[in-house]
């Protein structure tokens, strides 16, 4: 089987869909002219060459002339941990000041809707930092996956690095991936019998739930109310009772 790069995660640290392209191209070319580029991506000549200019802008393209021509060269992409360092330098910078202005709002929503890998990324982790020592989930499914292994790594190690203890109720699709992961430390695992398999999946974080829809595009909401926290938690509690290891 081919294997097949997710290159969404380009796009996650800011790159457009033509510069993905452009830049992949020039890696699997070499040093190119603009030529080569164009016939690579199926992409205008008007678009490669200002996606070229935005590549060398952010320093993940170089360039020298030939003559009238000008020779485009890819950066390492090693070199792409340093861009995404410097965004996040910058990024802080100006963090308190946002922070401050979220503060200014004395009225903040009880429940809001997520659409997209995006957003149920952004609903993880307000569920990371919602408090508490306990993360329970009810009902996580195999499309679940679909965030990738790394990102389901990184999040756990988060949590275990805060000493959040979780119980994870996961159906049983989930299995065989679970326990060959082997990343879910400080955590016990539990699973719904065979034939149970809903895409949608909840997790209680101190006063907060999270209600994640798997579908192709998923779909999250997050309520923070503590009175729908505990019947959420309580809810779990009589799943967890009767689910097996």
């Given at each position: 089987?081919?294997?097949?790069?997710?290159?969404?995660?380009?796009?996650?640290?800011?790159?457009?869909?033509?510069?993905?392209?452009?830049?992949?191209?020039?890696?699997?070319?070499?040093?190119?002219?603009?030529?080569?580029?164009?016939?690579?991506?199926?992409?205008?000549?008007s678009?490669?060459?200002?996606?070229?200019?935005?590549?060398?802008?952010?320093?993940?393209?170089?360039?020298?002339k030939?003559?009238?021509?000008?020779?485009?060269?890819?950066?390492?992409?090693?070199?792409?941990?340093?861009?995404?360092?410097?965004?996040?330098?910058?990024?802080?910078?100006?963090?308190?000041?946002l922070?401050?202005?979220?503060?200014?709002?004395?009225?903040?929503?009880?429940?809001?809707?997520?659409?997209?890998?995006?957003?149920?990324?952004?609903?993880?982790?307000?569920?990371?930092?919602?408090?508490?020592?306990?993360?329970?989930?009810?009902?996580?499914?195999?499309?679940?996956?679909?965030?990738g292994?790394?990102?389901?790594?990184?999040?756990?190690?988060?949590?275990?690095?805060?000493?959040?203890?979780?119980?994870?109720?996961?159906?049983?699709?989930?299995?065989?991936?679970?326990?060959?992961?082997?990343?879910?430390?400080f955590?016990?695992?539990?699973?719904?019998?065979?034939?149970?398999?809903?895409?949608?999946?909840?997790?209680?974080?101190?006063?907060?739930?999270?209600?994640?829809?798997?579908?192709?595009?998923p779909?999250?909401?997050?309520?923070?109310?503590?009175?729908?926290?505990?019947?959420?938690?309580?809810y779990?509690?009589?799943?967890?009772?009767?689910?097996?290891?």
């Open positions: 089987m081919k294997y097949i790069m997710d290159t969404e995660i380009l796009a996650d640290i800011g790159l457009t869909n033509s510069e993905i392209k452009v830049y992949i191209a020039l890696l699997e070319l070499g040093a190119s002219t603009a030529g080569p580029i164009l016939d690579k991506t199926g992409l205008h000549n678009v490669v060459h200002m996606t070229l200019n935005k590549l060398i802008e952010k320093g993940l393209v170089s360039f020298s030939e003559g009238k021509r000008k020779q485009y060269q890819p950066a390492n992409p090693k070199h792409i941990i340093e861009y995404i360092e410097q965004k996040k330098e910058n990024f802080q910078k100006i963090l308190p000041e922070l401050a202005k979220q503060g200014l709002s004395k009225e903040k929503p009880e429940v809001t809707t997520f659409r997209g890998k995006k957003g149920i990324r952004e609903i993880l982790f307000e569920l990371l930092d919602a408090g508490g020592k306990e993360h329970h989930t009810i009902g996580s499914p195999k499309e679940s996956i679909m965030l292994d790394a990102f389901w790594i990184d999040y756990h190690k988060q949590r275990a690095k805060r000493k959040i203890q979780a119980k994870l109720l996961l159906n049983e699709s989930l299995r065989a991936w679970s326990k060959k992961s082997g990343y879910y430390s955590a016990d695992l539990k699973y719904y019998e065979k034939g149970f398999e809903p895409l949608s999946e909840t997790i209680i974080r101190n006063d907060k739930v999270g209600i994640l829809i798997w579908t192709e595009k779909i999250g909401i997050l309520i923070q109310n503590k009175e729908a926290a505990d019947s959420y938690e309580k779990f509690q009589f799943l967890w009772k009767k689910a097996k290891s």
